[in-house]
């Protein structure tokens, strides 16, 4: 059974920082994106980062510059680094996986609170 695992929620103050991590039980490789997903209550579910096999990533408009995708190809992870968090960044975050077998994959979510 293919899991996408998130690790690194939690409460944070606006201006802090979080990473989140998103560990796979197959090989990175098998996935042709792997990306960040967020919903906030009555909202739908929205793309935050994503990063291609090749290396390339892509970023929602509002967290552009705040919000950085990476891959760590050896341990089949990848993490969102968030600084600057603002209360709007409040959601659950979702790991993504879009695989090479045509089948999207989906982590169980992890909380991000930012407030005082």
């Known amino acids: 059974q293919v899991q996408l695992v998130e690790s690194g929620g939690g409460l944070v103050q606006p201006g802090g920082s979080l990473r989140l991590s998103c560990a796979a039980s197959?090989?990175?490789?098998?996935?042709?994106?792997m990306g960040w997903y967020r919903q906030a209550p009555g909202n739908e579910r929205e793309l935050v980062a994503r990063?291609?096999?090749?290396?390339?990533?892509n970023y929602a408009d509002s967290v552009k510059g705040r919000f950085t995708i990476s891959r760590e190809n050896a341990k089949s992870t990848v993490h969102l680094q968030m600084n600057s968090l603002k209360p709007e960044d409040t959601a659950v975050y979702y790991c993504?996986?879009?695989?090479?077998?045509?089948?999207?994959?989906w982590g169980q979510g992890t909380q991000v609170t930012v407030s005082s």
């Open positions: 197959r090989s990175i490789f098998s996935y042709k994106t």
């Open positions: 993504n996986g879009e695989g090479l077998d045509g089948r999207d994959y």
């Open positions: 990063i291609t096999l090749g290396g390339s990533s």
